[in-house]
């Protein structure tokens, strides 16, 4: 007689695992290993009973009687949740024993709705909605041969096909490749978007003080900080004509160029880099101006208070782009927490409602991104602004690092030789047409600190006398205070997901710092490390001017170097640890012990528990998953409502500002200047 005469799910019990897959790729299947560990803990008796082995691997405390019974109501390799909050029997073994016996990983199956399929649908998909709403300079460009097949005769019907899956795979590797850098350098984009609102309601609470007599600002002056609210997203070029000396201006924005044309010690390298980009726009206020010195408004012009509108009006409503996803993303998140609870004990759910709340950085981001006055697109500014049409010189913008780097790649042979061959074939494009570029979401708060600070440079050099310089470089500049809700603001949309999602990984028997919590733990550390090597570049750039793209000092080497150092890690848990997630290499025998006992698998108390459903994963379960996905479902809830509110605040500031400048007069603006290209 054998155990599996007496117990049948140990009937004609093998020691190789029932899946053909190899281990190492994920041919594991740890309810056989809990199905070897509790045979292996049992004997038969000279009597026909059972009885414990030598040695067992069933949790002290329990004797063969109370195991026989649990036996016949909860097995407990594979068990479910049956309203009994008594669980299933523990069975443990030491790492020793799971690593000899068991090596490799469970890849994740497909009819288990919480390991892969759950989290994928639920939190990811949602996520790929919201990252549309990130404002991005570039997308994966499509050919447009895969547009010019018409079905219409046997040729092209048996090529609309696949041209059609081909857009389908392009369009959809570039929103995953676009969601993958939003959730791996939230951090940075959060920290420049949270501080770009700052200073949007900086400039109009500056203009429309909630408390207080409003300042006596010239017209010119109240146009401009208006336009850099709305536009402040878009990219300004290299150098103005007026700092090279002539009035035509520079052709290339090679550093060696810009060095041979401008020297360091007769630029005035107190100003950022500013160009013609500042003069179209500015054209808006010039014709205000022009019309109203005239004493009459030109019949068909369209006034500056209602193109000023229009800009703002170009920004999608908030409750269409982000608001109504994340109601629904929430009332998502609010089934899958209350449905917990009849898989309560169960390891995958746990993880998985886990995996929900790190995801949340992404809802935060589309919040926080769609709360800002400028429009992500340009091309109601390329409509409402003259661009001087094709007598215009191209602009010349600040060359990037990578472009740097692919110039000087050109000068050797080898690399110059393939590069060149290459050349033309662009598969990246720009995300708007027109001749307005915008900046990355990381950039995008120094780009309206810049647009703010030229309006204030203008002003200065007009010699107007309504406010003094300085008072008003004080007003239009994030103090202190400011600057530490900015990063409060930031710290708290980044690292409230992650330590929520580590609260429900960490305390998830065997409780401790594991795979899956050391996943948040070090994506939360690269996203405030990436936030402080962005905060030490901005402090640079701000500091070198129009030489930052031409200097290279050591400090801005260590930042450039950090932040590649640090990125690794963040994509690393990013991508990496949602890959592992999914698929499910953390379901390992490494993955299944504290990380404390890493260093010592040896000791005894390095145990891994094999059986499911039991009463510590039952009590787990109950204090943590309802607190924490409520906590967090309201704690997003609140964040988009306090986001929409304080928009829908500005905006109204914003329209009551722009409709005042009828009434301006225009005795104290500056000498109205036509536009020169």
Same mark, same amino acid.
């Given at each position: 007689m054998s155990v599996g005469d007496l117990i049948p799910q140990l009937e004609g019990l093998s020691y190789h695992p029932p899946s053909s897959r190899p281990l190492g790729l994920g041919g594991q299947n740890f309810t056989h290993c809990c199905l070897m560990a509790l045979n292996d803990s049992l004997t038969i008796r000279s009597d026909g009973n059972l009885s414990y082995a030598a040695t067992s691997f069933v949790a002290p405390g329990i004797s063969i009687g109370e195991l026989e019974t649990a036996i016949q109501h909860e097995f407990p390799c594979g068990a479910t949740f049956n309203n009994d909050l008594s669980g299933a029997p523990v069975v443990q073994v030491p790492y020793r024993w799971c690593e000899r016996r068991c090596p490799g990983w469970e890849i994740s199956h497909s009819n288990v709705m919480q390991q892969w399929i759950g989290p994928l649908v639920q939190f990811i998909v949602p996520s790929l909605a919201f990252c549309t709403n990130v404002p991005r300079t570039h997308k994966l460009a499509i050919p447009e041969i895969v547009f010019k097949?018409?079905?219409?005769?046997?040729?092209?019907?048996?090529?609309y096909w696949i041209r059609l899956l081909g857009a389908i795979v392009l369009v959809t590797l570039d929103t995953v490749v676009w969601l993958a850098i939003c959730f791996a350098f939230a951090g940075p984009m959060l920290l420049s978007a949270v501080y770009e609102y700052a200073l949007d309601r900086k400039v109009l609470e500056f203009m429309a003080p909630p408390n207080g007599k409003p300042p006596n600002l010239p017209m010119r002056l109240r146009a401009q900080l208006l336009l850099a609210v709305v536009v402040g997203n878009i990219r300004m070029a290299t150098l103005e004509r007026e700092e090279l000396g002539g009035p035509s201006r520079h052709d290339s924005a090679i550093s060696s160029d810009l060095e041979a044309k401008v020297s360091f010690r007769s630029r005035r390298t107190s100003r950022l880099v500013h160009n013609s980009v500042w003069k179209k726009v500015m054209v808006l206020v010039d014709e205000h101006e022009a019309s109203r010195a005239a004493g009459r408004q030109v019949i068909g012009a369209v006034s500056l208070p209602t193109k000023l509108k229009a800009l703002l009006n170009s920004q999608a409503s908030f409750g269409s782009t982000v608001g109504a996803p994340v109601l629904f993303f929430l009332g998502g998140f609010i089934y899958t927490v209350?449905?917990?609870d009849n898989n309560l004990g169960d390891n995958d759910t746990a993880h998985a409602l886990a995996f929900g709340l790190w995801w949340m950085v992404i809802p935060y981001l589309a919040i926080i991104s769609c709360a800002m006055l400028a429009a992500n697109s340009p091309s109601t500014l390329d409509g409402i602004v003259y661009d001087g049409s094709v007598t215009v010189p191209t602009d010349d913008y600040e060359v990037s690092f990578w472009k740097q780097q692919l110039r000087k790649a050109k000068t050797y042979k080898g690399i110059g030789f393939v590069i060149r061959k290459i050349a033309g074939y662009n598969p990246?494009?720009?995300?708007f047409e027109g001749r307005f570029?915008?900046?990355?979401? /990381?950039? !995008?708060?120094?780009?309206?600190?810049? /647009?703010? !600070?030229?309006?204030?440079?203008?002003?200065v050099t007009s010699g107007d006398k309504s406010i003094s310089p300085d008072q008003l470089r004080n007003s239009l500049t994030l103090n202190r205070k400011d600057c530490s809700y900015v990063l409060v603001g930031a710290l708290f949309a980044v690292l409230a997901p992650c330590v929520l999602a580590f609260l429900i990984s960490y305390n998830t028997p065997q409780a401790g710092l594991s795979c899956r919590s050391l996943t948040y733990l070090v994506y939360a550390i690269s996203q405030v490390c990436e936030m402080a090597l962005w905060t030490c570049a901005a402090r640079l750039r701000i500091r070198y001017g129009t030489r930052w793209s031409e200097t290279n000092p050591i400090v801005k080497r260590v930042c450039w170097w950090g932040q590649v150092f640090v990125g690794f890690f963040s994509i690393f848990a990013a991508v990496g640890g949602t890959s592992m997630q999914l698929l499910g290499v953390y379901r390992s025998c490494a993955c299944k012990v504290p990380a404390t006992f890493w260093p010592y698998l040896s000791d005894p108390n390095a145990y891994i528990v094999l059986s499911d459903n039991t009463a510590a994963d039952i009590e787990a379960a109950q204090r943590w998953w309802t607190v924490v996905g409520s906590t967090a479902v309201g704690v997003v809830?609140?964040?988009?409502?306090?986001?929409?509110?304080h928009q829908r605040r500005l905006r109204k500031v914003f329209r009551e500002e722009a409709d005042k400048l009828d009434g301006d007069d225009v005795t104290n603006a500056l000498p109205i200047q036509g536009p020169t290209w």
């Amino acid at each position: 007689m054998s155990v599996g005469d007496l117990i049948p799910q140990l009937e004609g019990l093998s020691y190789h695992p029932p899946s053909s897959r190899p281990l190492g790729l994920g041919g594991q299947n740890f309810t056989h290993c809990c199905l070897m560990a509790l045979n292996d803990s049992l004997t038969i008796r000279s009597d026909g009973n059972l009885s414990y082995a030598a040695t067992s691997f069933v949790a002290p405390g329990i004797s063969i009687g109370e195991l026989e019974t649990a036996i016949q109501h909860e097995f407990p390799c594979g068990a479910t949740f049956n309203n009994d909050l008594s669980g299933a029997p523990v069975v443990q073994v030491p790492y020793r024993w799971c690593e000899r016996r068991c090596p490799g990983w469970e890849i994740s199956h497909s009819n288990v709705m919480q390991q892969w399929i759950g989290p994928l649908v639920q939190f990811i998909v949602p996520s790929l909605a919201f990252c549309t709403n990130v404002p991005r300079t570039h997308k994966l460009a499509i050919p447009e041969i895969v547009f010019k097949a018409h079905p219409r005769t046997l040729v092209g019907l048996l090529t609309y096909w696949i041209r059609l899956l081909g857009a389908i795979v392009l369009v959809t590797l570039d929103t995953v490749v676009w969601l993958a850098i939003c959730f791996a350098f939230a951090g940075p984009m959060l920290l420049s978007a949270v501080y770009e609102y700052a200073l949007d309601r900086k400039v109009l609470e500056f203009m429309a003080p909630p408390n207080g007599k409003p300042p006596n600002l010239p017209m010119r002056l109240r146009a401009q900080l208006l336009l850099a609210v709305v536009v402040g997203n878009i990219r300004m070029a290299t150098l103005e004509r007026e700092e090279l000396g002539g009035p035509s201006r520079h052709d290339s924005a090679i550093s060696s160029d810009l060095e041979a044309k401008v020297s360091f010690r007769s630029r005035r390298t107190s100003r950022l880099v500013h160009n013609s980009v500042w003069k179209k726009v500015m054209v808006l206020v010039d014709e205000h101006e022009a019309s109203r010195a005239a004493g009459r408004q030109v019949i068909g012009a369209v006034s500056l208070p209602t193109k000023l509108k229009a800009l703002l009006n170009s920004q999608a409503s908030f409750g269409s782009t982000v608001g109504a996803p994340v109601l629904f993303f929430l009332g998502g998140f609010i089934y899958t927490v209350l449905d917990s609870d009849n898989n309560l004990g169960d390891n995958d759910t746990a993880h998985a409602l886990a995996f929900g709340l790190w995801w949340m950085v992404i809802p935060y981001l589309a919040i926080i991104s769609c709360a800002m006055l400028a429009a992500n697109s340009p091309s109601t500014l390329d409509g409402i602004v003259y661009d001087g049409s094709v007598t215009v010189p191209t602009d010349d913008y600040e060359v990037s690092f990578w472009k740097q780097q692919l110039r000087k790649a050109k000068t050797y042979k080898g690399i110059g030789f393939v590069i060149r061959k290459i050349a033309g074939y662009n598969p990246v494009e720009t995300a708007f047409e027109g001749r307005f570029r915008t900046v990355k979401l /990381w950039k !995008r708060g120094l780009n309206k600190r810049e /647009w703010v !600070r030229e309006a204030i440079r203008e002003y200065v050099t007009s010699g107007d006398k309504s406010i003094s310089p300085d008072q008003l470089r004080n007003s239009l500049t994030l103090n202190r205070k400011d600057c530490s809700y900015v990063l409060v603001g930031a710290l708290f949309a980044v690292l409230a997901p992650c330590v929520l999602a580590f609260l429900i990984s960490y305390n998830t028997p065997q409780a401790g710092l594991s795979c899956r919590s050391l996943t948040y733990l070090v994506y939360a550390i690269s996203q405030v490390c990436e936030m402080a090597l962005w905060t030490c570049a901005a402090r640079l750039r701000i500091r070198y001017g129009t030489r930052w793209s031409e200097t290279n000092p050591i400090v801005k080497r260590v930042c450039w170097w950090g932040q590649v150092f640090v990125g690794f890690f963040s994509i690393f848990a990013a991508v990496g640890g949602t890959s592992m997630q999914l698929l499910g290499v953390y379901r390992s025998c490494a993955c299944k012990v504290p990380a404390t006992f890493w260093p010592y698998l040896s000791d005894p108390n390095a145990y891994i528990v094999l059986s499911d459903n039991t009463a510590a994963d039952i009590e787990a379960a109950q204090r943590w998953w309802t607190v924490v996905g409520s906590t967090a479902v309201g704690v997003v809830g609140f964040v988009c409502a306090l986001a929409w509110w304080h928009q829908r605040r500005l905006r109204k500031v914003f329209r009551e500002e722009a409709d005042k400048l009828d009434g301006d007069d225009v005795t104290n603006a500056l000498p109205i200047q036509g536009p020169t290209w």
